[in-house]
């Protein structure tokens, strides 16, 4: 699979009827769906999820997102979303990337640009990531492939 950066932490997901809209191909929504089920499984496998956030009183929120969808899915596609986090910025803003290979065709169907910033939860105030961040995002940082 040709991925735009090395070692994608990868969800595998197949296009169920339901996903589908009225001309016949995956419905938009749903790849944003899978790409933040992706994220937060990759969070959590970093150790930073929910309960992580809440204990913390911290949390990664997303504040803006690009997609581009590149193909169309149909029916019983099976596909594999990868992500990496790609940046820190001014230390408390983080880049994820996400991308969606089809198996059948082996195309790129789907990229996403996600920016996201650190917050207090309770405040809601953005807020410097605490050492647990810093510590287990910067170890996922990657560069491109």
């Excluded at 992500?83 to 290979?101: D, F, N, P, S």
């Excluded at 207090?120 to 953005?126: A, D, F, N, Q, V």
Aim: charged share 25%; net charge neutral.
């Amino acid at each position: 699979m040709n991925w735009d950066y090395d070692q994608p932490f990868t969800l595998a997901v197949t296009v169920k009827p339901h996903h589908i809209d009225a001309l016949d191909h995956t419905r938009n929504t749903h790849y944003v769906d899978w790409c933040m089920e992706a994220a937060w499984a990759h969070t959590s496998a970093l150790g930073l999820g929910p309960e992580e956030y809440r204990r913390l009183d911290r949390a990664m929120a997303l504040t803006h997102a690009e997609y581009d969808y590149l193909k169309a899915t149909r029916s019983g596609d099976e596909l594999l979303v990868g992500t990496w986090i790609t940046q820190w910025i001014g230390k408390i803003k983080m880049i994820r990337r996400l991308q969606i290979h089809c198996l059948r065709s082996g195309d790129t169907v789907f990229r996403g640009h996600l920016e996201f910033v650190c917050i207090e939860i309770s405040s809601g105030l953005p807020k410097r990531p605490p050492k647990a961040f810093i510590e287990r995002y910067g170890q996922a940082l990657v560069s491109s492939g």
